[in-house]
């Protein structure tokens, strides 16, 4: 039998999830990140949990903004993700190698993502090396024809900052 954590590592690392990019804006900054860890955790009120590592610029930004934008990644976003998740914001603004408009609030809302919501930050949760944001969405687009990619996918892509 082998130990439990590494038994939940290789379990929870098999599991495919469709893979989110979060945004953040204040003022003139910008940041955004990929995240692992998102779920609808709520139909009535409806509610969001997204969770962001400790690690990221984008967790320290969202400390300072009452709302996030997650977007659903399509299936043909693969270059979205090493941008958002394999790069970061530390040495590069990742907005100006992409196509975005200003959304609701302000927030970046990124033109390949046809999926996404913005949500107003009513709660955050302490949930170890990430940080849930649970969010009251109050904006966003949703299109039917648009196939999500999973993390299984993109599984080759380095975290651009140190975990």
């Known amino acids: 039998m082998s130990e ?6 290789q379990l929870a690392g098999s599991l495919d999830y469709p893979v989110f990019i979060v945004t953040a804006t204040a003022g003139e900054r910008r940041e955004g990140c990929v995240i ?8 009535d009120p ?8 400790r690690a990221n610029r984008t967790y ?11 977007h659903v990644v399509p299936a043909d976003g693969a270059a979205l993700v090493e941008l958002f998740g394999g790069q970061t914001g530390d040495e590069i603004d990742k907005f100006e190698r992409c196509s975005w408009r200003s959304g609701p609030r302000g927030l970046p809302i990124l033109d390949d993502c046809p999926s996404w919501l913005a949500g107003e930050i009513v709660a955050r949760h302490d949930l170890g090396d990430h940080m849930g944001f649970l969010l009251d969405p109050f904006a966003g687009e949703y299109d039917e ?4 990619l999973y993390f299984q996918q993109v ?9």
Do not use: I, N
């Open 4 to 9: 439990p954590s590494s038994t939940f590592l």
């Open 36 to 43: 692992g860890f998102a779920t609808q955790s709520s139909f």
């Open 46 to 53: 409806p509610r969001f949990l997204a969770c962001l590592s």
């Open 60 to 70: 320290r930004l969202a400390w300072e903004v009452d709302a996030l934008a997650v």
């Open 145 to 148: 024809r648009a196939e999500a």
């Open 155 to 163: 599984k080759y892509v380095d975290p651009g900052h140190s975990a």
